[in-house]
């Protein structure tokens, strides 16, 4: 830092500021404002840090956790979206188009990181998976919400639900991104209630499903190879799963505009009329909604992990900004209330992350996630990510509107993470009905 010399009338005043008040002001007559000014850069010269710490979002180091090996893949990671995905996120978030050229690289992050694996939902086990997540919503939840949906949805659905032929004809070249995958569900009138009925219907007819209907939100839509459809099937109300793939005539993908958040994630509206689906492309090992929560449990766990990595890229540049933003004189990192924010986002994180790891270590030992803790961990992810993103915005002051700071969009995108993949309040409520022993929704 530029050390300030300061002309000698000024230099006899701050000798004098232990001195009675009368020698003081006796001392200040004849000094001009531009001093005044250099006495106060001065003072606030002296008052900013001698050296910043450096920003550490994993306080209780819970990346100390992982082998060398996952290390190494988490610094990767890392790495890729600071350097390829952060620069590109707001102008894509802003113009609502997805990045086509980042999915070559992105694809070569994948293939890095699996190494010789195959696919499979949990190939890289629950807490590598989770970090992974958590380190791509760091940078962009968008990009983040694009793999989830791509990579564990319709991915995960193929290889939980589907038969060893179609795994071996889709799994493959979605591994390589070659494919691109979206998954359906949710439907313009029924969205928390898909266990209680889907309206989407499956009827089968002289080999061919045959399904009407109509879906909402379906994640990578409008630039998916391939689409899995939830229906009932009207024969015994049994939920099914197809594969469709984009062409097929009667299937109409329209895209949904006008999201507030997750800009950069192409959403669609879909419109099923008498499309014909091959029994070759029905998933065979569904076991009705059973098997699509046991799924869901999956991905909810890996959406705390990007609440997670959500807070954590605000934490990291509301402490930067506060490091550097000068008012009156000083970095407003130096303010007692702006310390509160910072730490109080620190706790939530910290928290956080915590709470996923153990998650994820209970669900390795024992080879599958419980419901229960996935849900509560997006619950308390959910409120914590939600706190942590509107502190880092208030410390950006009116700078924290404007995307350039980054914090906006992830204020902005957090709101999507609160409510996909089962809302706060029906999280809340499977929660509440495994330790109440009573459910309060069916
Ligand atoms: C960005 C984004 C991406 C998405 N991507 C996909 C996707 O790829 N595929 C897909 O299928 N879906 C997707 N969804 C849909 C998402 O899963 C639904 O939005 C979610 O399940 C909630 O359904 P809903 O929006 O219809 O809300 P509703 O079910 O209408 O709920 C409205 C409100 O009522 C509350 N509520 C409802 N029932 C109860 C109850 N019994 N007790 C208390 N409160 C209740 C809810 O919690 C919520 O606050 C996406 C959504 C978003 C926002």
């Not at 990767?76 to 996120?89: F, G, N, T, V, W």
């Not at 994948?110 to 890289?124: K, N, S």
């Not at 209680?196 to 499956?202: P, R, S, Y």
Request: glycine letters at 8%; aromatic letters at 8%; proline letters at 5%.
């Amino acid at each position: 830092m530029a050390l300030i010399t300061l002309p000698a009338s000024l230099t006899r005043v701050m000798q004098q500021v232990n001195a009675p008040f009368a020698d003081t002001f006796r001392a200040l007559r004849g000094i001009t404002p531009q001093e005044i000014g250099l006495l106060l850069k001065s003072i606030a010269a002296k008052r900013r840090p001698k050296r910043v710490p450096p920003i550490n979002s994993d306080f209780f180091d819970i990346l100390g956790e992982l082998s060398p090996e996952e290390r190494l893949i988490q610094q990767k990671i890392r790495s890729y979206m600071e350097e390829k995905i952060r620069p590109l996120a707001n102008s894509y978030w802003e113009r609502g188009e997805f990045p086509h050229e980042i999915v070559p690289s992105f694809a070569r992050l994948v293939a890095e990181t699996f190494g010789t694996r195959p696919y499979a939902i949990d190939a890289l086990g629950p807490v590598l998976t989770g970090v992974a997540c958590m380190e791509l919503a760091r940078v962009d939840p968008s990009i983040y919400t694009f793999f989830g949906v791509h990579w564990g949805l319709c991915m995960g659905s193929i290889d939980l639900f589907g038969s060893a032929e179609q795994k071996q004809r889709w799994l493959p070249p979605m591994q390589r991104f070659e494919l691109i995958g979206s998954w359906a569900l949710t439907e313009p009138d029924v969205g928390s209630a898909t266990a209680a009925g889907l309206t989407t219907t499956a009827r089968f007819e002289r080999g061919y499903w045959v399904l009407n209907g109509a879906k909402k939100w379906s994640g990578n839509a409008p630039i998916a190879d391939l689409n899995i459809i939830w229906a009932r099937d009207v024969s015994n109300n049994q939920v099914q799963g197809f594969i469709v793939e984009r062409g097929t005539p009667g299937y109409e993908v329209e895209r949904l505009e006008g999201k507030i958040a997750l800009r950069t994630v192409q959403n669609a509206n879909i419109r099923l009329v008498n499309c014909r689906v091959p029994e070759a492309n029905r998933l065979p090992n569904v076991g009705g909604f059973r098997g699509i929560a046991r799924q869901l449990a999956i991905t909810r766990a890996a959406v705390a992990w990007a609440m997670t990595g959500v807070a954590m890229g605000a934490y990291e540049k509301a402490l930067a900004y506060a490091q550097q933003r000068i008012q009156f004189g000083r970095p407003i990192g130096g303010f007692q209330l702006v310390q509160n924010s910072l730490v109080q986002m620190l706790a939530n994180v910290t928290a956080m992350q915590t709470m996923c790891l153990r998650m994820s270590q209970i669900a390795a030992r024992n080879g599958n996630i419980s419901h229960e803790h996935a849900s509560l961990a997006k619950v308390f992810c959910g409120e914590k990510m939600r706190e942590t993103v509107a502190l880092a915005r208030a410390v950006f002051g009116g700078n924290g509107i404007l995307l350039e700071h980054e914090v906006a969009r992830y204020f902005a995108d957090a709101e999507a993470l609160y409510s996909y993949e089962g809302t706060h309040e029906m999280n809340t409520l499977i929660v509440g009905r495994a330790i109440t022993g009573m459910s309060a929704f069916v």
